[in-house]
C-alpha cells in the first residue's frame, strides 16, 4: 500500500510561482511511475504531467510544457511540482497519484493510476 500527500498549494498572483510536494510512504519500487494532475471546477481531471522514479523521465503536457517542472528527491520519497508563470486558468485542485508499473500505460490515462493523494488546492489570481 502506498500513500500519497500533497502540500504547499496556495494563492499566488498571475506570473507568480508555486512548488507543490507529493511525499510519498509505503512501499515504491523502481517501476513506479508518479503523475500530476488538475481538476478545476465544472472541468474533468486532467493530466498535468508525470516522472518514473526511475531514470526520472517525464512528461508534460503541452499546456505547461515550458512553465513546470517535476522532479524526484528519492532521499526524502518526495515528488515536486514547480509551477512558474502561473495563469489564472491554472487554478484547480491538484493530485498526485502513484502507477505501480505492472502494465504500461499512457501516462495522461487516468485509469493508469493505482493511488491517489487527496489535492491541494491552488488558486491563481490575474
Known amino acids: 500500500q502506498v500513500q500519497l500527500v500533497e502540500s504547499g498549494g496556495g494563492l499566488v498572483q498571475a506570473g507568480g510561482s508555486l512548488r507543490l510536494s507529493c511525499a510519498t510512504s509505503?512501499?515504491?519500487?523502481?517501476?513506479?511511475?508518479v503523475g500530476w494532475f488538475r481538476q478545476a471546477p465544472g472541468k474533468e481531471r486532467e493530466f498535468v504531467g508525470s516522472?518514473?522514479?526511475?531514470?526520472?523521465?517525464?512528461v508534460y503536457a503541452d499546456s505547461v510544457k515550458g512553465r513546470f517542472t517535476i522532479s524526484i528527491d528519492s532521499a526524502k520519497n518526495t515528488v515536486y511540482l514547480q509551477m512558474n508563470s502561473l495563469k489564472p486558468e491554472d487554478t484547480a485542485v491538484y493530485y498526485c497519484?502513484?502507477?505501480?508499473?505492472?502494465?504500461?500505460?499512457?501516462?495522461?490515462?487516468?485509469?493508469?493510476?493505482?493511488?491517489w493523494g487527496q489535492g491541494t488546492q491552488v488558486t491563481v489570481s490575474s
Open positions: 497519484a502513484a502507477d505501480k508499473g505492472v502494465r504500461w500505460q499512457p501516462p495522461r490515462n487516468l485509469a493508469a493510476y493505482d493511488y
Open positions: 509505503g512501499r515504491i519500487s523502481s517501476t513506479y511511475r
Open positions: 516522472i518514473r522514479w526511475s531514470g526520472g523521465s517525464t
